[in-house]
């Protein structure tokens, strides 16, 4: 059983930074796949980043280039840092944990453990 905590969400001006992060418990932290996702009212949720046991990393579209995952597996904890934030990136923020594939990463249905969300909101 893993447990996350997520925490590092705000207020921030467009154009601004922050960076998330996501705690976990529990055991044999390095051999999990860690994923953020996010979902804006009225929206589905979607997949932000993630990074595979290998620290391989995937971005969707929308934050590559903008957005850092990272791990540190002494720490069990997952970072997200997002640079450049634009109104649209505002959502609620969630890491998750499983054994994923790397070509499953991006799938919500891929995780068995899930935070319980942290507010990101970006003024314009």
């Known amino acids: 059983q893993v447990q996350l905590v997520g925490s590092g969400g705000g207020l921030v001006q467009a154009g601004g930074s922050l960076r998330l992060s996501c705690a976990a418990s529990?055991?044999?932290?390095?051999?999990?796949?860690l994923g953020w996702f996010r979902q804006a009212p009225g929206k589905e949720r979607e997949f932000v980043a993630g990074?595979?046991?290998?620290?391989?990393?995937y971005y969707s579209d929308s934050v590559k280039g903008r957005f850092t995952v990272s791990r540190e597996n002494a720490k069990n904890t997952v970072y997200l840092q997002m640079n450049s934030l634009k109104p649209g990136d505002g959502a609620v923020y969630y890491c998750?944990?499983?054994?994923?594939?790397?070509?499953?990463?991006?799938?919500?249905?891929?995780?068995?453990?899930w935070g319980q969300g942290t507010q990101v909101t970006v003024s314009s």
């Open positions: 529990g055991r044999a932290f390095s051999s999990y796949t």
């Open positions: 998750a944990a499983g054994r994923a594939s790397s070509v499953a990463l991006a799938m919500a249905g891929s995780y068995d453990y």
């Open positions: 990074i595979h046991w290998s620290d391989r990393t």
